[in-house]
């Protein structure tokens, strides 16, 4: 059960969406256009099936539409009110069940496990926090891809503890970070403990409820429903297959949700809003936890605590059989993204995901479109070897020099037109605006650009190198 710590950047699909009925679209037209060709393209590169995103903007839902294909046999178009698994995104719920507990002083984030579970291994010196922040050193009982066949069959919380959490740790805790789904079935079973009530109950009362998400279920216990997307695998390159269902038992805590991206969604406000926890569970949530050594471990207690384009980002990818998602919030600029998909092992959520954010944010500075044209003619000049040298300062003429912009026109003239030129990424140094660029061409070649602008308007920089 892999939580896809990372965005991941073939036949063709027939593409296809639907409106939620009551969701009106209140991004600019030019930005849900882009949305809708990132979604569509991605879909046909990948060969993956649907697509459910949700866009939130000033924390509110700003968009909602679905793209492809739930179930190929027969041909279903995706809608926005269908379910999907979530997996591992639904670590964040079991982290926030661990914060209102301990709200509730029933526990606390530094209590060993040995209080609860005395019998698994070290569990004297092994803490919650450690458990909800990958940071304990018990192994993983499902870092696969796949379903093994013994997944097939159900099992207990009870059974997985007793054949992983009691192993030889494989760090001393604290001093390593490794992601183990192990860590959660732990805190699941904690929860049930302190609560006193099976763990689903306890999030349907303390957050599913107050925040009105009525679409979620319980995966562990049951199937998605025939009016849900089907999930599929694929072996290497062949044909889409349905995708096996994991056994009772085996998703618990560490990833047994399914939901609407909209519910979902519904959980990120409450993230930027600060609904249902004190401000001190959302701190905790949302902070990274230091090893012993004090480097941090960029995980917070269910979150992936980052700086992404220069701004403080939760996020959080989730894949179990069938399905993968992304789920990424930025809780200071009261915005996130939900894309949810049904193949598993796949790589369509999170390039979509991550390439959402850059156009939110660019339409934050009204210079941008004027901007972003003006880079496109000096780069389409460079690509002849020439540059209107009003537009640069004097340091940045001199980098201009004869060799520079023969260098230019050779290297980036055989490229040729582009296909999209889009700006991703902007803020502030040394008193001058940062903008950055990426330009890619019809024959697949990218290259990014980044410029440095001087409070008077003109250029100090302008760059070019090859995509990362």
Not at 115 to 136: D, G, W
Request: aromatic letters at 10%.
């Amino acid at each position: 059960m892999r939580h896809h710590p990372k965005f991941l950047l073939c036949f063709a699909v027939v593409l296809a969406f639907s409106f939620h009925s009551f969701a009106q679209t209140q991004l600019p037209y030019d930005i849900t256009e882009k949305i809708d060709k990132l979604a569509t393209e991605t879909l046909t590169r990948t060969g993956v099936p649907s697509a459910s995103v949700v866009v939130v903007k000033d924390g509110q839902i700003a968009y909602v539409k679905a793209y492809g294909d739930a179930k190929l046999e027969p041909k279903t178009a995706a809608k926005s009110e269908m379910r999907y698994s979530i997996g591992s995104i639904s670590k964040q719920f079991t982290a926030a069940a661990i914060l209102m507990l301990q709200e509730q002083r029933k526990l606390s984030l530094d209590d060993k496990v040995a209080k609860y579970f005395p019998e698994l291994t070290r569990a004297n010196e092994v803490t919650i926090r450690q458990l909800l922040s990958h940071t304990s050193g018990y192994q993983d009982y499902w870092p696969q891809d796949y379903v093994m066949k013994p997944m097939l069959s159900p099992t207990t919380a009870r059974a997985i503890m007793d054949t992983w959490a009691k192993k030889p740790l494989d760090f001393e805790p604290g001093t390593k970070w490794q992601y183990s789904n192990t860590n959660y079935v732990i805190v699941g079973a904690i929860v049930e403990k302190v609560a006193r009530m099976p763990f689903f109950q306890f999030l349907q009362q303390n957050i599913f409820k107050p925040l009105n998400m009525t679409s979620v279920m319980d995966i562990d216990a049951e199937r998605l429903t025939e009016s849900d997307p089907t999930g599929y695998m694929r072996f290497a390159l062949a044909p889409l297959r349905v995708a096996p269902k994991e056994g009772t038992g085996w998703l618990f805590a560490a990833g047994e949700l399914a939901m609407t991206a909209e519910d979902l969604a519904k959980w990120d406000i409450s993230i930027i809003e600060g609904k249902l926890m004190k401000p001190g569970s959302y701190a905790e949530l949302g902070r990274a936890v230091l090893l012993n050594n004090g480097v941090s471990s960029g995980y917070g207690l269910g979150v992936t605590v980052t700086m992404a384009l220069n701004r403080r980002a939760l996020s959080h990818g989730g894949e179990v059989s069938g399905f993968v998602a992304q789920n990424l919030v930025f809780p200071d600029d009261r915005a996130a993204v939900v894309v949810l998909t049904n193949q598993d092992a796949s790589g369509a959520a999170g390039p979509i995901a991550s390439g959402i954010p850059p156009l939110l944010f660019a339409t934050n500075d009204p210079a941008t479109p004027a901007k972003l044209e003006q880079a496109k003619k000096i780069f389409a000049g460079l690509q002849q070897g020439k540059i209107d040298r009003s537009l640069f300062t004097d340091n940045a003429n001199g980098y201009f020099n004869e060799q520079a912009l023969e260098d230019f026109k050779n290297s980036l003239g055989p490229l040729g037109k582009w296909e999209s030129f889009t700006q991703t990424g902007q803020s502030l140094r040394g008193g001058m605006v940062y903008r950055n660029y990426n330009i890619r061409f019809t024959n697949n070649k990218a290259v990014r650009a980044w410029t440095y602008e001087m409070p008077d308007g003109k250029l100090e920089q302008l760059q070019v190198a090859v995509a990362n």
